[in-house]
């Protein structure tokens, strides 16, 4: 066996890659129900793509939808035509494919640069991440702008390594992801590469390079890509269109998030990306540490470039900043948001691997960081255990079915780190924090998950379902906020009320005289206000209460 993986080295890793992408991807992609609000919002608007043919239009429960770039939604409508049915995982295949894909190429990528073994490691870090495998079973947008953004990043770099005949090839692949990058989320796909590029060249010393004819042919295809959509969106909503997507999406919500209430502070992503890119993050603080007092000494002797591979470590380190310094300065902030560093950040620590197995560097820190995580692991398990015994009842019920999957999982977790602690083989201590993460991502993805939808968007669901079982019946959602689950099963366009108000409920009931129509409130509101619930109850009969929300119908 040994033999054949040293003859088949490069067969072997791929082989491993897709193995492992099979288990952390696709295994189980639809074993859980569609999450609201992003997942939920943006697979109705897919599917009603699919049933009314209309691939250009984004709408949303009937309203014309300026906030993104169609691809996400062209890529999920063709799963879910192909497939010819339209559930959880026809909706995120697409997502977990791209994910794949970008795996995969990221271990080409560093097979290119420095050497087969070092791009099974970074590639398997960037596969392993937490936040890396939890976002690739939710049918976002985010995961496309990292796959683009990594995808033209990587093609850049290659224009500065590669033999000089397929300098050109490379530009164009640069180009041509950019703009199927801005057709997956906008401008931002664009405006990065773009900076980082120049950031790097300038470092480098390399500026001439966009003095390069390829640049204008780039910039052609580059314009054939993200112009037919645009320019059928300026022709269908003129102005309005630049407002919305440009000035309100891009520009605005860049600078200003109080309109839309997502306003954090400047350190916010620092633990966002620590407990995201778990198990690898302690490493990750003392590979920086390190990494700073190396550059340090480097800058003091000269700063020379000698080989790819410090050119790529200096390459993902810029790329890794800005991305980070960029979104850190947003007025908007959302924890998916940080994700296009992962694949940077996954370089800078396949290095770090790379070195202990190769040059024995970081035995110590790699022992003593391995026995910390598996300690907090075990302490997980304790304090979870003992959390457990004081949880309210109505909690317990809901958790009670992974409880002990996930408390003993993390033990042994722990234990399994604590026996690796100490092992002289390097690949051997690695292929036990991919172990762990195929038992934290079966526990988070597809148990976790199923307990939050059980807590109210399954009873949201239930409804929809009721619903749509009567022939033209209206739904009403009632003083709560948009919560696109309601649309799974009832593809007509719900009434959305979001604050209290009675005398536009009272005119849809009027005006849905005919038909039988669904209200679903939400329970907390009942028991808040007397008045509130008499005034429900007055115009509407119950038909079914569940734990957080209830469904009336008019009588």
Known sequence: MLEFFKKHTNFCYVAILILLCMLFLFLGLGSFPLIDVDETRYATMARDMVLTGDWNDLMLNGV??????PLYFWLVASSISAFGKFTPFTVRFPIALMSFVLVLITYFFGKRVVSEKFGFYTASILLASFFFLMLSHIAILDSLLMVFIALALYSGFMTTVC??????????????????GVLAKGILACGIPFVIMFLYLLCTKNLKQILNPIHLLGILVFFLIVTPWHYLMHKNYGTFFWIEYFVRHHFARFLNSETIGRERPFLYFIPVFFAGFMPWMLLFVDMLVDGIRKGVNKIKTGFVLENDTQRLVLFATISFTFIFLLFSIASTKLPTYILPTFPFAAILMGYYWYNADENAEHTRPLNVLTLTLATIFILMAIVGSVVCMFLPPEILSHIEKVQILILVGFALSGMLLTL?????????????????????????????????????????VNYSTISASIPDAKLITFDFAVKP??????????????????QRLDRLLKIYDKNTVF??????????????AKMIESKLDLVHKGYKYSLYVKP
């Open 64 to 69: 014309p939808f300026l906030e993104k770039p």
């Open 163 to 180: 033999k000089p005949e397929n300098k050109k090839w490379f530009w164009l692949g640069f180009y041509v992801a950019l703009g199927v």
């Open 420 to 460: 690796k602690s100490n092992y002289k083989k390097v690949m051997s201590l690695f292929s036990s924090y991919l172990i762990i993460m195929i038992f934290i991502t079966t526990a988070t993805v597809t148990k976790v998950t199923n307990i939050m939808y059980m807590t109210g968007e399954n009873e949201l």
């Open 485 to 502: 689950s309601v649309k799974i099963n009832y593809e007509e366009n719900v009434d959305f009320l979001t604050d209290t108000e009675f």
């Open 519 to 532: 209200v679903i409130v939400k329970n907390k509101n009942m028991k808040s206000d007397e008045q509130y």
